[in-house]
């Protein structure tokens, strides 16, 4: 079996103390190349204050290899901060309003890119697979393509490809597009994103379609098709299940004292939806006011790029709007909303997830959404919590069974609330099972086994060739 080596941005090496890091990218990949072994490059994290970067850094962890990179703190402003998080980010979420275009940006955009193809390439044996992870590392195979490498290369977006009115908004879409051909194959989360692309592609009179998942470009060839990311669905279960006879575990359920617990595990960023999503938790305990007293809805919701603009005004914003709710409705004895700004270890998430009867997953646009894969995965099949979740998350198209909202209707929201919590257990249970079928089917394995299947069935290393 060919090496696998991955790029992604940033690399989570596991710490001593077990903290999960708050990124579902980080959670999938992890599992899948512990099983497989390989490379891992990425940034450090680290940025330097002048262009001296040093070598990079090796370390051996179980399988898997790490070389990790710092960047100087002029890269960290223009690549990740700028282009990638306040151009890329916000317009594949279709928040072209929070887009912050600039030249600057999107040229340190490109030239990080061209950096991490010259750290990988004394790495690359001719037989290996090498997997790109998401956006902030687009045109890395064009790079390397540039440079002569000739491997099967892949690349996998986590996170939204927009319709195309929205994708060619962006100043520098077409040289993005193109770059997006020098590899052999694109993995999206699901068939939307993926048919977005191909628009996007017929638009430009991009590359000939040879048939629905394969394009030409030239004498390229390439595939692009959806992957949904999965879980670790059994080891999360029985994580879950195991939470569930911890000291915090316990302590949790003596806090509630009788009421129900209603959970939102989120990154702060203004794709989850937040804000709305208390908006209507407020709505459904004013107009049901006999449930007032009776649930707490606990949001668990670590920070997230603090140093973007935008973020640090919603850190601001979602405070101030628990805050104000618990201060309206809240009495001596019930805060209404418990709300947290940390990140919570694994065991400890998987126990409140099963804790709760309700799960409100409500972003506004999402690739995916692993939250709500958790939730369903880690409940008491007996008497399981039902799951809420947006339309507007990739895995709406997957777990259809879950009760789905449009997170935009905040009534229409506090409505299906208040349904989901007097749901008769037989129908909880149906719809779990259902839920379940598709989680342990397409799982994390069965996502990493299906992308890597694509990518080592084609040709052997193309000829090398400028991507355009
Ligand atoms: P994210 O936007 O980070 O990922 P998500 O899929 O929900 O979103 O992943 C979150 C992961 O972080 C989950 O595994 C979750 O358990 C964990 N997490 C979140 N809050 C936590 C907390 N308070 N404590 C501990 N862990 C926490 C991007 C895309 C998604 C896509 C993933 C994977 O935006 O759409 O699903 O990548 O492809």
Request: net charge negative; proline share 5%.
């Amino acid at each position: 079996m060919a090496r696998l080596v991955v790029v992604s941005n940033r690399v989570p090496i596991p710490d001593k103390s077990g903290t999960a890091p708050a990124g579902g990218l980080a959670v999938a990949l992890q599992t899948a190349l512990e099983a497989r072994g390989g490379l891992w490059l990425g940034w450090s994290g680290r940025s330097c204050t002048d262009d001296a970067v040093g070598p990079l850094q090796r370390l051996k962890e179980g399988n898997i290899e790490y070389a990790l990179t710092d960047l100087t703190e002029r890269d960290v402003e223009e690549y990740y901060q700028g282009f990638a998080n306040r151009v890329l980010w916000p317009i594949c979420h279709y928040r072209l309003d929070l887009a912050e275009y600039g030249r600057r940006e999107m040229a340190g955009y490109f030239r990080v890119n061209r950096f991490f193809a010259s750290r990988l390439l004394p790495l690359i044996e001719p037989d290996d697979l090498i997997w790109i992870h998401d956006y902030h590392l687009i045109p890395l195979a064009a790079e390397l393509r540039r440079q002569g490498v000739t491997n099967r290369i892949g690349f996998f977006l986590h996170i939204p490809w927009p319709a195309p009115d929205v994708f060619h908004a962006m100043p520098v879409h077409e040289a993005l597009l193109t770059s997006m051909t020098a590899y052999d194959v694109l993995g999206f989360q699901t068939e939307h994103d993926r048919e977005n692309f191909a628009d996007c592609l017929s638009r430009h009179g991009l590359g000939d379609r040879l048939d629905a998942f394969r394009f030409t470009v030239g004498e390229r060839s390439f595939t692009a098709r959806s992957y949904p990311i999965g879980i670790e669905t059994d080891d999360f279960a029985a994580l879950a299940k195991r939470a569930a006879e911890t000291a915090l575990h316990k302590r949790m359920l003596q806090s509630l004292d009788g009421k129900q617990l209603i959970i939102g595990v989120d990154r702060l960023d203004y794709s989850k939806g937040i804000t709305q999503r208390i908006d209507a938790f407020e709505s459904f305990l004013t107009r049901h006011a006999d449930s007032q007293r009776k649930v707490t809805l606990l949001q668990i919701t670590p920070k997230s790029r603090s140093e973007v603009p935008e973020y640090e005004a919603m850190q601001r914003a979602v405070a101030e709007q628990a805050g104000r709710v618990n201060g309206a409705l809240g009495t001596v004895d019930w805060v209404p909303i418990r709300y947290i700004n940390r990140s919570l270890r694994r065991p400890a998430l998987a126990g409140l997830y099963r804790m709760a009867k309700l799960a409100l997953v409500t972003p506004l646009r999402d690739g995916m959404n692993l939250v709500a894969k958790e939730f369903v995965a880690a409940q008491n099949g007996e008497d399981p919590g039902v799951l809420l979740l947006s339309r507007f998350a990739g895995a709406a198209q997957e777990l259809k069974e879950a009760v789905l909202v449009n997170p935009y209707d905040v009534e229409g929201t506090a409505d299906a609330i208040a349904r989901s919590l007097a749901m008769p257990v037989e129908e909880r249970r149906e719809r779990w099972t259902a839920m379940m079928t598709t989680l342990r089917t397409n799982d994390v394995f069965a996502w990493c086994d299906g992308f890597l299947d694509d990518l080592a069935a084609g040709p052997t290393p193309q000829q090398a060739r400028p991507a355009a």
